[in-house]
């Protein structure tokens, strides 16, 4: 649910996310030559990090890549690229075979026919290493056919998981070629087809946009209207026949695309007002006076969707507002979505509230319901929604779907879950004790988590038995992020003043940003590229090894860096100096 | 023979420089000696008295200045645990620290106490390396004489209340375990791997993974001072274990307690160390039991024990390590060698093939040389197992703390460093033998010195090898084989003086044949060979935590623990904490193992492991990156992760445990082949987004998408079926 389905193990890779593997792929087949020499030099930086591990396939394709690259640029003579391409093609052909074998060697041209790689590229890299070196026409032929090849068996298999299902179901002796032919072509189309749904409904999230906005301008100028008429106490004016039209239309839209319209809704500017919108309405829009743990709307942004939530309020409507809604709590927003999203939960749960409160009274009386009658809520549903978009509201929320449900829960486990969830969310129960409370437990500490903790846990099984990582992200995760005392950052700091180096201070949320990521960092595979670099030469270590071989009485012509095993011979004398130099005793 | 005495006159004087009542020090000094030579002492007091002459030579003068210095710093009782701590600071207060004590004292307590060594030199039988000449009958099997006799019953007892166990152990008796636990001696002497821990030493953490031969501890038997009974003896043992037992358990272990007991107080291990290991899934088990133990049952149950972390073996597997012939016989010599008259201290090079049993032999040596020494030398040559640093390192260490656990369990930073970036060396063997000379200019000569190689003995390894025993003029050489058939040749002096290196020759054959030979002959090393006879000598370990790159993670994940604070904090992953941050033009960075094109640089790095290293040079960039044009050898001061490169500002940022004042000191990143352990990437706890260079949607089964893969000993089908295909 976190991440990744469980079952499928985590590698390591080179490539930083599936955008930088794309844009390597795309360079790497691209015609444009700079292109593809981009492309070589991310794999570069790919070997850097694989290190002995790089793939085979990756390293063949960028071997061929970089003769067709050389070939390219017209600077090089026909037997060089002979030569290059020679050593390419024979090691590819033997690396991409070495797997094959078994405890014993086979011949290569049945391996490569398992593979689809046909003969005559086997009689290639033979001919290349055995006798006389083919032409360049046929190295470039066969550098194209491999390369090819490398696109359709590894490159376009690889992360993409339509292919890997293929791939895992159909056994290894099929017939490839024209399997991975046709895969092409179905890619082809499916990409197409998946451009043309893309732009549909792009349009279609324009049209709800639209739809939305010239409602809330209509309410609006009803709003502005109605305070103008308060002060002369005229009468209500009555939804007007624009507004009615455009109800009907978004009444429709939404029975044809609800999912659309709800996307739309719970953006900033509908659901979720403005700064500016709210200001209009005469809400302070800092939200200082917002209770984030009692979230509840502010009465006149209420009215001002009212015409429309009655509108539209159907049984699946509602079910689906609260799952979206839930939805859009999970993904962390900003404190004022959360108030408001949080705020749009209770209101509907209200609606649904099945004892008749205090606030279901006035809301009646007030003619504030969204809905009227009461509406079937997939209870487990809501729960594990509500616990797994945890915010300062979720024990608020909590309370009303338990206190609503139709089977209720024993009691005990309603207890458990609501302290445990308080204690995730740190909501003070001093000050907030709603009805439910035990207030013989009012302080919370480490063990009587852990010592609620299994009984929760339980009572969460048996809540939801899908919402496996539920527990673990219940548990608190603030402390695991070092929080550097003043003081260890200051004394840090003073060791470091003069250097380059620095303790970071930012107020930065570490935890969140996994290694490879900083705060700011964009998405876009291109986003460590160096525009400027510096080059330094060391100098030779060795003057180093002279300068600090001096006090042992060496001269300077004891230690000399050789290269190769054929350089200029160590002395005897040398050696023996080297040796008096060492021993000090 | 004459060798052999002056250790045993060493041991003496280290006890002397920590043990109280110098008055009574005669006595105290012939009890020890007892114990712990045995089979010297006996055979030949005689010739012992010979050697005070020899060996006084130059050195008496020294000697007793220390001696009186030494003196002067053991105070009381109390303090003895104190002084010994420092003693074992690096030498500089106490240059030598073994010299020091009277030799006379010894010739005249070996005839007096001789007598009654053969009462319990018996039960000294499993001391492997303090055996000689004497027990040639003793094969590495004399180690388990338990198996058949008796089985292993422990008289342990844990205490809820204190939440440690106190063993008491009979002379001779053993325990052979998995798991990890804090040792303190209370009373009488112990041995671990080869260095005695006795009454009133600090307590020392031991470790005994799966992943490497199981740790041992040997009751060596008590030196009670003379003059008091056996009864007396009892009852301080029996007082020790009541104040450290509640009442309940200490009934029924009073009634084990003897005069020469050794009672040994464990206590559960809970280090940063093992909180960071264990808290990754993969790893929980690395302190349990191997899958060879489990399945011949080798555990023996005991509460006590699995209280405190441990579990006792039994059986075949509780052999510990096997220790051969020629194995004890050239620890021996080498603890003679630093002993004896020799003119200097010894430079012991250790070699041998892969899983010959190396880095087991050294740190067995180091803990026996620690015995008698306050201070080992250590220069790893070997890239892939490094002991006491990440892999990819190439390090000069002063070794102070015995080793009592695998390599991962004791990383520290090292003395003097060098980055080469990859686990074998073979890529650039002249950046290799450079980097190993630069650390060889560090090396003080003071103590004696163990230099690991690497088990790459083929070739231009062995080439290499030959080079190195000459760089360091070593003087004595272990070579380990194992098998039937020699891994490489026997590398005597003779053969030295033909043998080419990689960077070194032969010095030409001299006209002036006999000056020169007599000068070589001289300066010939000793060869002692050991024949190891362990199971499974040759062969890398199959089984979990065995293999050379599991190992290499454990020695990462090892180092990266420190960033754990002690505390009793949560385990923190690498990701949360507060990094540090350098400008992008203000450090170099250089790939040690690849080219890689400088535009995409930040590709390599990001995430990636880097060595922190000091160039002379002042690096100024131009706004962008300062790239190296060639990979220095230059002082490395640990390793950090590159946690992340802010675009924007211009700076990378660093996590690292190196501490600051240090850190100030690096201008140049390197990044090498040996990566972060895979688990540090995968496993980032509190990360809601996508993790970056992780996938789960890679498949291996697509052809091409493996590495290299090398194939070793493919046989070709002709000689399968005897050419008949072909």
């Not at chain 1, 930012?506 to 876009?524: H, R, S």
């Amino acid at each position: 649910m976190k991440r990744k389905p469980a079952g499928k193990t985590r590698h390591v890779v080179a490539w930083m996310n599936k955008a930088e593997w794309d844009h390597v792929l795309d360079y790497l087949y691209s015609k444009d030559l700079a292109l593809r020499t981009h492309a070589l030099h991310r794999i570069s930086a790919w070997k850097g990090r694989f290190g002995h591990t790089t793939p085979v396939a990756v390293e063949s394709t960028a071997n061929l890549v970089r003769c067709q690259v050389l070939d390219g640029t017209g600077n090089m003579e026909g037997d060089d690229l002979v030569l290059l391409y020679g050593m390419a093609l024979t090691r590819f052909v033997n690396l991409i075979l070495e797997r094959q074998h078994g405890r014993v060697a086979k011949p290569l041209r049945r391996l490569a026919s398992n593979l689809n790689i046909p003969e005559w590229i086997v009689n290639l890299r033979h001919d290349m290493t055995h006798r006389r070196l083919p032409s360049l026409k046929w190295c470039r032929k066969g550098c194209e056919f491999v390369l090819n090849w490398l696109q359709q068996e590894y490159w376009s298999r690889q992360l993409s998981t339509r292919h890997i299902a293929d791939w895992n179901s159909s056994s290894e002796e099929e017939d490839e070629e024209e399997g991975g032919k046709k895969q092409d072509d179905d890619k082809m189309e499916a990409e197409e087809e998946e451009t043309v749904t893309r732009q549909r409904e792009r349009e279609r999230h324009k049209r709800a946009r639209e739809l939305l906005i010239s409602y809330e301008h209509e309410q609006f100028q009803v709003y502005e209207e109605l305070r103008q008429h308060s002060h002369e106490r005229g009468p209500q004016l009555n939804t007007s026949t624009d507004l009615g039209w455009i109800l009907a239309q978004i009444n429709q839209f939404g029975s044809e695309y609800g999912d659309i319209l709800m996307d739309v809704l719970v953006q900033d500017g509908f659901l979720i007002p403005t700064a500016e919108q709210l200001e209009s309405l005469d809400i302070d829009p800092s939200g200082q006076f917002l209770d984030s743990f009692y979230p509840s709307l502010p009465r006149s942004f209420l009215r001002l969707w009212l015409p429309l939530l009655r509108v539209l309020s159907s049984a699946p409507f509602i079910n689906q507002i609260l799952d979206r809604l839930f939805a859009e709590l999970s993904n962390e927003p900003t404190n004022h979505r959360t108030f408001y999203i949080s705020a749009w939960i209770s209101e509907i749960l209200q609606c649904n509230s099945k004892c008749e409160s205090k606030a279901l009274r006035r809301m009646k009386m007030m003619k504030e319901r969204i809905f009227v009658s009461r509406v079937p809520l997939q209870c487990q549903e809501l729960i594990s929604a509500c616990l797994n978009s945890p915010c300062a509201a979720t024990p608020f929320l909590l309370q009303q779907i338990l206190t609503d449900m139709d089977k209720p829960l024993p009691t005990v486990t309603q207890h458990n879950l609501l302290r445990l969830c308080r204690i995730y969310t740190q909501c003070n129960l001093g000050d907030c004790s709603p009805s439910n409370t035990d207030p013989s437990q009012p302080v919370y500490t480490v063990e009587s988590l852990q010592e609620q903790l299994a009984g929760a846990e339980q009572s969460r099984r048996v809540l939801s038995p899908k919402h496996g990582p539920g527990p673990a992200k219940a548990m608190p995760t603030q402390e695991i992020q070092e929080q550097l005392s003043a003081e260890t950052i200051h004394e840090r700091q003073a060791a470091l003043r003069g250097s380059p180096w620095s303790v970071c201070t930012d107020k930065v949320p570490w935890k969140q940003y996994p290694l490879g990521k900083v705060p700011g960092q964009a998405e876009d595979p291109s986003c460590l590229m160096v525009e400027t670099y510096s080059t330094l030469t060391v100098f030779d270590q060795q003057v180093e090894l002279d300068h600090i071989s001096h006090p042992h009485g060496n001269t300077s012509g004891a230690v000399v860096s050789r290269t190769g095993p054929d350089g200029p011979l160590w002395t005897h004398g040398d050696l023996s100096k080297l040796k008096m130099g060492l021993k000090l005793f | 023979m004459k060798v052999h005495k002056a250790s045993s006159r060493s041991k003496n004087e280290q006890r002397n420089a920590t043990k109280r009542h110098p008055k009574s020090k005669w006595r105290v000094h012939n009890k020890r000696i007892r114990s712990l030579d045995p089979s010297q002492l006996t055979s030949s007091p005689t010739v012992a008295k010979v050697v005070p002459q020899l060996a006084n030579r130059q050195k008496s003068k020294l000697k007793r200045l220390q001696k009186a210095h030494a003196k002067a710093v053991t105070l009381s009782p109390e303090e003895s645990n104190f002084v010994r701590a420092k003693v074992r600071v690096p030498p500089v207060t106490f240059p030598r620290v073994h010299t020091n004590g009277g030799t006379e004292l010894e010739t005249g307590s070996d005839s007096e106490d001789s007598q009654d060594w053969s009462s319990y030199a018996k039960s000294v039988l499993q001391n492997g390396l303090e055996m000689k000449g004497g027990e040639e009958d003793l094969t590495p099997v004399a180690r388990v004489q338990l198996e058949d006799e008796e089985p292993p019953e422990y008289h342990a007892q844990y205490d809820h209340v204190q939440n440690h166990t106190v063993l008491v152990l009979q002379q001779g008796q053993f325990l052979c375990f998995r798991g990890k636990c804090l040792l303190t001696c209370l009373s009488g002497r112990v041995e671990v791997m080869g260095f005695t821990i006795e009454q009133g030493q600090q307590p020392y953490p031991l470790f005994s993974p799966p992943s490497h031969c199981p740790l041992t501890i040997i009751a060596l038997g008590d030196c009670a001072p003379p003059g008091r009974n056996r009864k007396e003896g009892r009852l301080e043992a029996k007082a020790i274990v009541r104040k450290h037992l509640s009442s309940e358990p200490r009934k029924r272990l009073l009634s084990e307690v003897d005069s020469d007991s050794c009672v040994v107080l464990l206590q559960p291990l809970d280090t940063p160390l093992v909180r960071f290991l264990t808290s990754f899934g993969e790893l929980d088990h690395l302190f349990g039991l191997s899958s060879k133990e489990l399945r011949s049952q080798a555990a023996v149950q005991n509460a006590a024990f699995s209280a405190v972390g441990l579990t006792a073996l039994r059986g075949l597997c509780a052999r510990g390590l096997v220790v051969s012939r020629s194995y004890r016989e050239a620890l021996s010599s080498l603890l003679n060698a630093w002993e004896g008259d020799f003119d200097r201290c010894p430079i012991i090079l250790v070699c041998g093939a892969k899983n010959s049993g190396k880095s087991s032999f050294n740190r067995h040596l180091i803990n026996t040389l620690l015995n008698h020494t306050a201070s080992v030398e250590y220069l790893e040559c070997d890239l892939g197992q490094t002991e006491f640093t990440p892999p990819g390192c190439l390090s000069l260490s002063t070794v102070t703390e015995p080793l009592l656990g695998p390599p991962f369990t004791h990383q520290r930073e090292a003395e003097h460093m060098v980055f080469y970036g990859q686990s074998d060396c073979q890529a650039d063997l002249d950046r290799y033998l450079d980097s190993l000379k630069s650390l060889w200019m560090y090396y003080s000569g003071e103590s004696p010195i163990v230099i690991n190689t690497m088990g790459w003995v083929k070739g231009h390894g062995f080439q290499v090898l030959v080079d190195l025993i000459r760089f360091f003029s070593v003087t004595h050489l272990v070579q380990l084989s194992y098998g039937d058939a020699p891994q490489c040749a026997n590398l005597t002096p003779e053969f030295l003086r033909s043998a080419h290196g990689f960077q070194t020759h032969p010095p030409a054959q001299p006209v002036l044949a006999d000056e020169l030979d007599g000068h070589l002959a001289s300066r010939g090393h000793v060869l002692l060979s050991i024949h190891s006879e362990f199971e499974g000598a040759g062969t890398s370990g199959e089984m979990r935590h065995q293999r050379s790159n599991e190992l290499r993670d454990l020695a990462l994940l090892g180092y990266f623990s420190q960033l754990q604070s002690a505390g009793p904090c949560p385990v923190r992953p690498l990701h949360c904490f507060t990094p540090y941050q350098v400008p992008l033009s203000a450090v170099a960075l250089g790939v040690t193992h690849c080219e890689v094109a400088p535009d995409h640089i930040l590709y390599a790095a990001n995430a990636s492991l880097v060595g922190l290293c000091c160039l002379d040079e002042k690096v100024v960039g131009r706004g962008g990156p300062v790239l190296l044009s060639q990979t220095p050898v230059c002082p490395c001061v640990g390793l950090g992760v590159l946690r992340g490169v802010d675009m924007a500002r211009g700076l990378y940022f660093l996590v690292t445990p190196v501490p600051p004042a240090v850190l100030r000191q690096v201008n140049c990143l390197l990044l090498g082949e040996v990566t972060l352990p895979k688990m540090l990437l995968t496993m980032q706890h509190g990360v809601e987004t996508e993790l970056p260079y992780v996938t789960a949607d890679y498949s291996f089964d697509i052809t091409g998408a493996g590495k290299l893969h090398v194939f070793k000993g493919l046989s070709r089908p002709c000689f399968l079926k005897a050419k008949t295909n072909n």
